[in-house]
């Protein structure tokens, strides 16, 4: 069965612009989750949606902003770029059960450049 | 979230045994320990996951010793493919929490 896709895999933005990252989980997966991944602060968890709603928000601020389509599909915005954000974004897939009896199929990633 | 400590780093042999411990002493009744890996360029990697028990998969054995403050990731015979960063992670059960600490992780090289 197809995996995780995010797309794209690379993408190079500038300060001050906007950018949103594509995933599409596994097909019956109804839970995304969004990880930043960096040097400096390793893999952070930044939000996770199920059924189309936020289940469960990271320390992030409020430029990082997600949604979840009926297809499961998510998207995820950050606005107003900073370079620091120049991270390998993270996007992981399950079923979605409260029991954690389940492991989270991830994506390759993208990797967001920010000039 | 309850946290664990691993080892940063650890060698081991091709085709050898490789123990990859993992402690967490402050883990709770309801918590599961998960296990994950990440290859160069990839992806983080489901491995295994337990409760109280011991578990096998095709991948790999986890070991937790009986009182629960710490596991062992047992990789039976180690492949350069296994050459990774391997994380242990606690998982709440109660709340549903689905959020994963990742940690700094145990990073795997394998002598060939």
């Known amino acids: 069965k197809a995996g995780v896709t995010q797309t794209p895999r690379y993408l190079i933005k500038t300060r001050g612009q906007q950018v949103t990252l594509s995933c599409s989980p596994i097909?019956?997966?109804?839970?995304v989750s969004w990880y930043q991944q960096t040097p400096g602060q390793g893999l952070q968890f930044l939000f996770e949606?199920?059924?189309?709603?936020?289940?469960n928000k990271g320390n992030f601020p409020g430029r990082f902003s997600g949604r979840q389509f009926s297809n499961s599909r998510s998207e995820m915005n950050v606005s107003t770029l900073e370079l620091g954000d120049s991270a390998l974004y993270l996007c992981?897939?399950?079923?979605?059960?409260?029991?954690?009896?389940?492991?989270?199929?991830f994506g390759s990633g993208t990797r967001l450049t920010v000039v | 979230d309850a946290k664990t400590t691993q080892p940063n780093s650890m060698e081991s042999n091709e085709e050898e045994p490789v123990h990859l411990p993992c402690n967490h002493s402050?883990?709770?009744?309801?918590?599961?320990i998960h296990w994950y890996r990440q290859l160069p360029s990839q992806g983080p990697e489901y491995v295994i996951h337990g409760l109280t028990s011991n578990v096998n998969n095709r991948m790999a054995s986890l070991a937790i010793a009986e009182d629960r403050k710490s596991s062992t990731l047992i990789l039976h015979r180690a492949t350069l493919r296994d050459a990774a960063v391997y994380y242990c992670?606690?998982?709440?059960?109660?709340?549903?929490?689905?959020?994963?600490?990742f940690g700094t992780g145990t990073r795997l090289t394998v002598i060939p």
């Open positions: 949606y199920f059924s189309e709603t936020q289940r």
């Open positions: 402050t883990i709770s009744g309801t918590d599961y």
């Open positions: 097909s019956g997966h109804r839970s």
């Open positions: 992981a897939s399950s079923l979605g059960g409260r029991t954690p009896t389940y492991g989270y199929t």
């Open positions: 992670i606690l998982r709440e059960g109660l709340t549903g929490a689905n959020n994963l600490f």
